[in-house]
């Protein structure tokens, strides 16, 4: 079993709706928790971080992780033909090493 | 304004063929990492320096090495690639390995195995 479970997707929505997405984890250690985005041919940039249940906003974009369950979602709002990417979760123990999930691909249609 | 650089973007290098990738940091980063991401998963840790102290995971490869003269530089030597080597493979860096500690990524540098 993989520490970290991602649907790959693809995910394809309109302008404007909502994109959810999630991801599952076995590894009751895990403490920090992070979206990356990338687009591509390019590197995964940070785009949310967060290290405590509840939810977490910022802009269009919100994180919400629940640690009883052992799941991680990212919700974005108004979605735009620019929010295109592939989205990876990632989190931490106690150390440096972050595990990746393998990536949710979304396309928003215009 | 870039500030981790990867070079080449692409590779492309034959069966067997040494390669080595470069990655360049203008943040002046404690740690550097090389990934491996292949199509649709994970990206895979193979290994990381702080400062010039390697660590290297315990299932990277002994076909994997890695090189970091100074600072800002740090480069992937690939000693006898095969066609499952064909990868991306990531740059990052951070500034140190608490868990505020963001890891920045490159563009990647893609390699073909023929």
């Known amino acids: 079993q993989k520490e970290v479970e991602q649907d790959p997707g693809p995910l394809s929505v309109p302008e404007g709706a909502i994109v959810s997405l999630n991801c599952t984890y076995s590894?009751?250690?895990?403490?920090?928790f992070m979206w990356y985005r990338q687009y591509s041919r390019k590197g995964p940039e940070l785009l949310m971080y967060?290290?405590?249940?509840g939810n977490k906003e910022d802009g269009r974009f919100t994180a919400q992780v629940d640690k009883s369950s052992k799941y991680i979602s990212l919700f974005i709002r108004d979605s735009q033909p620019s929010d295109s990417a592939t989205y990876l979760c990632a989190m931490y123990s106690n150390d440096y090493k972050l595990s990746f999930g393998a990536g949710t691909t979304v396309t928003v249609r215009a | 304004d870039a500030m981790v650089i990867q070079n080449p973007r692409y590779q492309v290098t034959q069966f067997g063929k040494p390669v080595t990738l470069s990655c360049s940091q203008t943040l002046n980063h404690n740690v550097m990492y090389w990934y491996q991401q292949k199509s649709s998963q994970a990206p895979k840790l193979l290994f990381h320096?702080?400062?010039?102290?390697?660590?290297n995971e315990a299932d990277t490869p002994d076909n994997f090495q890695s090189r970091r003269p100074n600072t800002s530089f740090c480069f992937l030597d690939i000693r006898s690639p095969g066609l499952g080597d064909a990868a991306m493979y990531l740059c990052?860096?951070?500034?140190?390995?608490?868990?505020?500690?963001?890891?920045?990524f490159g563009p990647g540098t893609r390699l073909t195995v023929l």
């Open positions: 990052a860096t951070s500034r140190g390995q608490g868990t505020l500690d963001t890891q920045y």
């Open positions: 590894n009751s250690a895990f403490q920090y």
């Open positions: 967060t290290y405590s249940s």
């Open positions: 320096y702080y400062d010039k102290d390697f660590n």
